[in-house]
Structure formats: structure tokens, C-alpha cells
């Protein structure tokens, strides 16, 4: 959003502010000295932390708004309100009197002279930290980037995504497909010069762009985005031209497209409603790219992975209570063409067509006419081997391996309330599994990752994963 406040909050000179020194990305609230995610005001250049930490840098703009409050304020008061700060680690910035990020700037464009001026102090801190750590690779043996695997040495070449905002429930989606190779190679295969003159080499890419904007391609920046994420030539990668290029897309895609996603994460399922009363059978075949799964009720106190009061909720139990025969209730009455009128009915899903990859999303947040909670459920799921056979439609059509799927990654939600908390994603890669965590990656092992509270999974059909199935 453009926002009217930045002539009066906009006030420091980047070469004669006294910013911190180090990394803008590391400095400390100068208040509980907490490194997570800082915020710096644009008025006075002070250091305060973020919304999802302690809130420092929200209090410091009610602090500044006191004396606004009385008769007798001073034209200084009118002028100074520290309503605009910027993230050091996005270099977004926000106004917390429109409560929204910000994408214009003052008519001496000094909000982008502070981002250049944080960029030139991360970058500098950047080359003295790689310096710093060559020297320490040349006179040591041991070093955290480096990783056994095999018997041999090998580089962690990892790179994080930073947070622009509230952004990272997008950026564990983007890891998590970033290591499902067959979606991503897709992309990163697309070559940069092809994509800007229109051209893929005899490849259909449906090239979105934004409008009135014929320099911005949703694919282009998929494909640096996606491509920048296992060089390793940095800790950390900012997304923020893809989530500038995707807040001014086009709302929708054509309907009907035949496009990559559908043609790896598309699916179809059988809908089948009964009524009651006559016993007319309706039938409807309808896409999907995920399919959305509740966790049975029966299951949703039971919180730790090791409940002994009861059995565990597994993802079959998930995937059974999608499928399984249901009456519909009042509200959801089926109008029975036969009959011509509304009528109970029962309903029933099977899966017609399974997708290359298969994306489970599970339910944990419940809304009641009351009540909006998390369902913080832990809910069992297998690494390897998900057999989705007897869920199809026709299961004695598929092959023996066909319905096999592999986990590729998982996404996971942080936190207890509905509109709050942090998203973070597991994902293997070349046979190791990562945590991503915004612009922190670390290795971790399949113990760890089986013990999440899975928000979202994608499995891989092995079939697929093998190569055997090409697009």
C-alpha cells in the first residue's frame, strides 16, 4: 500500500545516522537485546524488536504518540511521530498508523537510501564473516558447514529465505517445493533469455505477468527464486522480488489451463451423494491439488506423540475419515433431482486419478459458532511407503508400486492461536533432511522430523520420483 505518513516518521540521513554496529540482520533490541528479527525506526534510528518476538518496535511508535495526545504540543511533537520502521532482515517497510507495509517512498526517496545504506553494512558484515570463516576452515579440521556423509566431506550448501514480513508460511512452502525435484527442475531447467523473449524451447510455461507491467514474470522470478536455493553462494535469500511479483499478479489463473501444477500436484476425486429417501445415485467427478483432511474428533486431545490414555491419530486415520461414508446433517441437505426437493443423503469420496505429488493438508484449526482454536493434535505419518491403493476408485487397475508415496516435505504451524504464529518446513534433499526456518537452515535427522506436528505433507510418487514418469 502507499502510505501518507512518511513525510512526517521519514527523518534520518543513512551516512550520519548511529545505527549498530555488525550485520543489520543480527542487531539487538535495545531493549531485551533479542537478534531476532530487528526493526529499525526511520525517525530516530533506534533498534527495537519485531511483532513475533517481544514487540518493542510496536511500543516504541505508542511511546512516541503520548504527547500527540495533549492540548499543547510543540510543531516539533506534530512533525515526529516514529509511525515508520523497516525490517533489517526483508528491508520491508511497515507504518504502524495505516497498520501495513509500505511500497512508496518520500520525494527524496530516503526510505530507499536507508535500504542501499543496510544492504552495503549486510553485505560488508557478510564478506568479513566468509573471510573470518575461510580462515578458520584453513586452520582447522572442524567446521559447522561441514557435514559427514558416506565417509566423505561434504559443503552444506543450503540457503534460507528472509522473512519480509509475515511471510513464512510462504517461504516453508517454497523450500518445501523446492526439493520436490520433479516440480522444480521444471522451472530451473527454463533458460533466463528464453523466458524474456517469450521463448521455452518447445515448452508451454504460461508466462503471467502482472498488469500493466510487462517487465515482471511470475515464472522468471519462480525460477531465480527456486535456482538461488541450492548454489550455496549465500546463508540467506530475499524473495522479495517473487512476493512483489505476486502481490501485483493477476488475482486468478485462466480457469481450465493445463498447466505444470496440475500436471504434477492435479488429482481428481469421485463425489457420490445417495439420497435417502429414493436411493438416486449422483456422481461428480471434481479436480483437486490437495486434498484438505480433518483430524477425527475422537483424537483431538490427544496431544503428545506418546498418549497412553488411548490410540494414536495416524494419517490413515486422516485419510479413512475423508473417504469413509458420511450422512450428511440438516444443513447440507442434497437436492434429489427425482425427488425434487431437498433430502438427507449420505456422501462418499474416492479418488479417480492419483497425482505425481501428493499434497495432504490436515485441519488444524476449528472454527465452532463460538470458537476459533488450533487442534494440536500430533498425528502420526510414515516417511516412506504411503500406500493410497485402497482409496482409489478402480485399485485393481494400478500396478503394484503405483500407489506407493515417499515424504518429500513438511510444512509446520508454531504456536497456539488461529491468526498468529510461524511456519516452518522439513524437507530431504539428495537422501539428508533440512529445517527451514526463514533464513536459517539446519540439518536434522528422520527422528525429528516424525515427531512434528505436521500442517501440511508431500509425498512423492515413487514411480515419479525414479524418473519413470516424465512430463
Not at 516514529?82 to 526510505?111: A, E, I, Q, W
Not at 534460507?160 to 509475515?166: A, D, E, H, S
Not at 524451447?201 to 527464486?225: C, I, M, P, W
Amino acid at each position: 500500500m502507499e502510505c501518507p505518513h512518511l513525510g512526517s516518521s521519514v527523518c534520518i540521513a543513512p551516512a550520519s545516522a548511529r545505527f549498530p554496529q555488525g550485520s543489520p540482520s543480527s542487531w539487538c533490541c535495545s531493549v531485551c537485546r533479542s537478534n531476532k528479527s530487528p526493526w529499525v525506526c526511520l525517525t530516530c534510528s533506534s533498534v527495537h524488536c519485531g511483532r513475533y518476538v517481544n514487540g518493542h518496535a510496536k511500543k516504541h511508535y505508542e511511546d512516541a504518540q503520548i504527547p500527540l495526545t495533549n492540548h499543547k504540543k510543540t510543531e516539533k511533537q506534530e512533525k515526529v511521530q516514529h509511525t515508520v520502521c523497516m525490517d533489517c532482515s526483508s528491508y520491508s517497510t511497515y507504518c504502524y498508523r495505516c497498520d501495513d507495509f509500505v511500497v512508496n517512498d518520500t520525494k527524496l526517496g530516503l526510505v530507499q537510501k536507508v535500504r542501499e545504506h543496510l544492504q552495503n553494512l549486510e553485505n560488508s558484515a557478510f564478506t568479513a564473516d566468509r573471510h573470518r570463516k575461510r580462515k578458520l576452515l584453513e586452520n582447522s579440521s572442524l567446521n559447522s558447514k561441514l557435514l559427514k556423509v558416506n565417509g566423505s566431506t561434504t559443503a552444506l550448501c543450503a540457503t534460507g529465505l528472509r522473512n519480509l514480513g509475515n511471510t513464512c508460511f510462504m517461504n516453508a512452502i517454497l523450500q518445501s517445493l523446492s526439493n520436490i525435484q520433479q516440480f522444480c527442475c521444471y522451472f530451473k531447467e527454463l533458460p533466463a533469455v528464453e523466458l524474456r523473449n517469450g521463448k521455452t524451447a518447445g515448452r508451454r510455461t504460461y508466462h503471467t505477468r502482472s498488469q500493466g507491467d510487462n517487465n515482471v514474470s511470475l515464472v522468471e522470478e519462480f525460477r531465480k527464486t527456486l535456482c538461488a536455493l541450492w548454489q550455496g553462494s549465500q546463508t540467506a535469500f530475499s524473495p522479495e522480488s517473487l512476493f512483489y511479483v505476486v502481490w501485483k499478479i493477476m488475482p486468478n489463473f485462466r480457469n481450465g489451463a493445463s498447466t505444470v501444477v496440475t500436471a504434477i500436484f492435479g488429482g481428481i476425486l469421485q463425489n457420490e451423494v445417495n439420497c435417502l429417501i429414493c436411493g438416486t445415485e449422483s456422481r461428480k467427478f471434481d479436480p483437486f491439488l490437495d486434498l484438505s483432511l480433518d483430524i477425527p474428533s475422537q483424537f483431538r486431545n490427544k496431544r503428545t506423540k506418546n498418549q497412553e490414555n488411548g490410540p494414536m491419530c495416524t494419517l490413515r486415520d486422516c485419510l479413512r475419515s475423508f473417504t469413509d461414508l458420511e450422512e450428511l446433517d440438516e444443513t447440507e441437505l442434497y437436492m434429489c433431482h427425482k425427488c425434487k426437493k431437498k433430502q438427507k443423503s449420505t456422501k462418499k469420496f474416492w479418488i479417480q486419478k492419483l497425482p505425481k505429488v501428493l499434497c495432504l493438508h490436515l485441519k488444524r484449526f476449528h472454527w465452532t459458532e463460538y470458537l476459533r482454536n488450533k487442534v494440536d493434535t500430533y498425528v502420526e505419518f510414515p516417511l516412506r511407503d504411503l500406500d493410497m491403493k485402497c482409496y482409489l476408485l478402480e485399485p485393481e487397475n494400478s500396478g503394484p508400486e503405483s500407489c506407493l508415496y515417499d515424504l518429500a516435505a513438511v510444512v509446520v504451524h508454531h504456536g497456539s492461536g488461529v491468526g498468529s504464529g510461524h511456519y516452518t518446513a522439513y524437507a530431504t534433499h539428495e537422501g539428508r533432511w533440512f529445517h527451514f526456518n526463514d533464513s536459517t537452515v539446519t540439518l536434522t535427522d528422520e527422528e525429528t522430523v516424525v515427531k512434528a506436528k505436521a500442517y501440511i505433507l508431500f509425498y512423492v510418487d515413487r514411480q515419479a520420483k525414479s524418473g519413470s514418469d516424465k512430463l
